[in-house]
């Protein structure tokens, strides 16, 4: 082992006093729990552990807590060691600071591997041990891997995965009304003016509010039509800086985007005109599909969660359902599937052993199983059974990832530096659908860019 460095955890409120943060504790509850109630086999190997504390943060909340705090109540059990969860909404904004100021979780589960890229330049993460080394060369492909590593030294593997490019729909307003999945581009943009002319309601409905982080879901907007317009070679020009962000096809994509998010007899449907995009929280954008005041929303594989949000069944996500999706469609309908996806990765800011034990089940296909099991996510694992799967949607969407003839890429503004990706460029999606031109934005954004 390593030489463990001790740094100090602030308890919850104390962690909301100093940072604002919004938090929701989800804290396992074994005490009444007997060992000898819970299979043990697959746990032997993470060793057994006398009161020892995991402490963990991230940026996942509500219900989708209780399930990861469920996914390793068995771990818990077996090992010993109790997992303590803190969600917060401004995990992303105060996970550096936490660090710097030496009062970073134990495990950070990281959703962007360009913030990944700026804890390991603080000096703040521990490498890696090798049994979680192990597991990734096992279970996820290189492309995943690298994703988990910063100047050649590997930090995190990854953990749950998300398809983004899923346009979510209602299948019997779709087969009353005989829309037709649309197979390119210009189908979907063929489908979306016909609804639209009907007068009925505006074809999408769209969020962009997510606090700090506001602007994202119009990125991953820009992220697919980039990938699905130019491909993957300028998509990681692109991320890469191998373009500059106001390139010419860059400015394809977003104008391509904006007419459907600047437009307003395509958006907001069920929730108001062009400028309520920006007020609209992403969790609920969705929704008014369910009420038939919209029949088009684009969100990544997640969004199935918040179609039954207290955790009911009364919203079926089926292709005979209450609601299912289709990937966004290519330019051409024999074109190679191409998606675009994201994912998270737990780090480390405490050297021991229970924490790398923790990281080492989190790395295997035995967690991969157990959570996606529980419903609402998938993962890229390579020993995860897609059959486990809790819809018809994530069985595909596993099945996608799985598939050695899918070109994936990774969510562009998460691989971005920063000051790009979780800052100029989900600023400018909100300047942008707030009137300023294409051009106006790509520049600023492009201005920001840190210098090599």
């Not at 969600?87 to 030496?102: D, M, T, W, Y």
């Amino acid at each position: 082992m390593r030489l463990t460095r001790h740094r100090r955890w602030l308890a919850p409120a104390a962690i909301a006093a100093a940072a604002g943060l919004a938090l929701t504790a989800c804290t396992g509850d074994i005490a009444n729990e007997e060992a000898g109630d819970v299979d043990c086999g697959p746990y032997e190997e993470y060793g057994t552990f006398d009161g020892a504390n995991v402490t963990v943060a991230g940026t996942i909340l509500d219900l989708e807590a209780d399930r990861l705090d469920e996914s390793w109540s068995d771990f818990e059990t077996c090992t010993g060691i109790t997992v303590d969860y803190q969600g917060s909404s401004e995990f992303e904004a105060q996970i550096a600071v936490l660090a710097e100021g030496g009062n970073a979780p134990d495990v950070g589960i990281v959703p962007q591997p360009g913030l990944l890229q700026r804890l390991a330049a603080g000096g703040w993460l521990i490498p890696a041990s090798e049994e979680v080394e192990a597991n990734v060369d096992e279970f996820w492909s290189e492309d995943w891997k690298q994703y988990g590593t910063a100047d050649g030294t590997f930090y995190a593997a990854p953990l749950m995965a998300s398809i983004k490019g899923y346009v979510w729909y209602s299948p019997d307003e779709f087969e009353e009304k005989g829309y037709e999945i649309p197979k390119t581009l210009d189908e979907l943009k063929s489908l979306s003016e016909d609804i639209a002319a009907e007068g009925e309601h505006k074809p999408w409905c769209v969020g962009l509010e997510s606090g700090d982080a506001t602007g994202w879901p119009g990125t991953d907007w820009i992220e697919d039509y980039m990938l699905r317009l130019h491909g993957a070679d300028v998509y990681d020009q692109w991320v890469t800086h191998g373009i500059p962000f106001n390139d010419p096809q860059v400015a394809e994509a977003f104008d391509a985007v904006g007419e459907y998010l600047k437009n307003d007899e395509m958006v907001n449907g069920g929730i108001g005109d062009v400028s309520t995009l920006v007020t609209e929280a992403f969790q609920t954008a969705g929704l008014p599909i369910l009420d038939g005041e919209c029949s088009l929303h684009h969100q990544a594989s997640f969004y199935e969660t918040f179609w039954n949000p207290e955790g009911g069944d009364e919203n079926t996500v089926a292709s005979d359902g209450t609601v299912f999706a289709f990937l966004l469609p290519p330019v051409n309908a024999d074109d190679p599937l191409s998606v675009t996806g994201g994912g998270e990765f737990p780090v480390a800011f405490r050297d021991a052993e229970e924490v790398e034990a923790f990281r080492a089940y989190l790395s295997s296909d035995t967690w991969a199983n157990e959570r996606v099991s529980l419903g609402g996510v998938i993962s890229a694992n390579k020993g995860l059974d897609p059959q486990v799967a809790s819809s018809e949607l994530l069985t595909q969407s596993i099945e996608i990832l799985q598939d050695e003839e899918t070109t994936f890429r990774f969510d562009g503004s998460d691989l971005m530096p920063g000051a790009v990706g979780a800052d100029s460029f989900w600023k400018g999606i909100v300047s942008w659908v707030g009137g300023q031109s294409t051009q106006q934005v790509l520049d600023t954004i492009e201005a920001s860019w840190p210098a090599s």
